[in-house]
């Protein structure tokens, strides 16, 4: 019993793709929306445009550009890493 949850919690890198699909839409909706609105959402004091909290907006648009960036680049490379590991062993057999 402890060796199958050994082996499921390895494999913690295959993620739900509907969860990634939702993070990537909703990250990308809030980008446009920081961008069409030159503002973003600060902390215990709500919108601000970029002339109030320039330092607030630059962070958030590169986070949020960075964030689902990394997630696709991550999701291409497990998915070439799998497919090759797949194919290994099918020659190996």
Known sequence: MANTFSIKSSKSSSKNPFFVLFFLISFSIYTFYCVYYQGSFVRNVGWRSKA????????TLACSIIFPVGTIINNIWYTKKYKTNIVKKNISM
């Open 52 to 59: 109030e909290y320039p330092f607030s907006y630059y962070i």
